[in-house]
């Protein structure tokens, strides 16, 4: 086996230190933009802001304003943002009714999440609040699917976190205590709470 010399290898170190290259803006170099060379530099921009914004989408479905605050980090302009996103929109790949409507089946499913939290956490990603009502109001799933009432899935999250009736208080309030922390409203918890104390 033989061994390279050290300046190769100091080398090669050297190039990993480089700090990347900003890609926001193409270089241009001596070239004068003028005429049909200027129209191209901003559609570049585009082009690369929807190549991020691709790559960050592939991951998992995002929001608008997830998007948004990505390619702002990357440091493109509001208007390169804003025409990256009404083109994302027009396509169909970039859709916040489709995203808080996912986003609820999830977490009322896997999570047993309550109304109050999704609701939180969808504007916490950047969900218009009406777009949040409609989807609330609509159940979060498909159109003409069966859903659970808030009801019902606050008493199936009692029923798989205490199989046995909580008989003490302190058991109790730890039932109510997990109602709320997963978002149900505090009238509600309370019904359900009662209505699993008398099953």
Do not use: C
């Not at 003490?168 to 104390?197: I, M, Q, T, W």
């Amino acid at each position: 086996m033989a061994l390279r010399p050290a300046v190769e290898v100091s080398e090669r170190q050297s190039k990993r230190r480089e700090p990347p290259v900003k890609l926001d803006r193409p270089a241009t170099g001596d070239v004068k933009l003028d005429g049909p060379a200027i129209e191209s530099v901003p559609e570049a921009q585009v082009e690369r802001a929807l190549e991020i914004a691709y790559s960050y989408l592939n991951k998992r479905e995002r929001t608008a304003a997830e998007v948004a605050r990505r390619l702002r980090r990357e440091g493109f302009s509001s208007e390169k943002i804003a025409q990256t996103l009404g083109l994302l929109h027009d396509e169909g790949t970039l859709d916040d009714r489709r995203f808080a409507r996912l986003f609820i089946d999830d977490k009322r499913t896997l999570e047993r999440w309550g109304s109050e939290r999704i609701r939180r956490a969808l504007i916490q990603r950047g969900v218009d609040s009406d777009t949040v009502a409609m989807a609330l109001d609509a159940g979060g799933g498909e159109p003409g699917s069966p859903s659970e009432t808030e009801q019902e899935r606050a008493l199936t999250l009692l029923h798989s976190r205490f199989p046995e009736r909580p008989r003490s208080r302190r058991d109790r309030d730890r039932a109510l205590g997990v109602l709320l922390r997963k978002g149900y409203e505090p009238e509600l918890a309370f019904e359900a709470l009662s209505a699993y104390l008398r099953d």
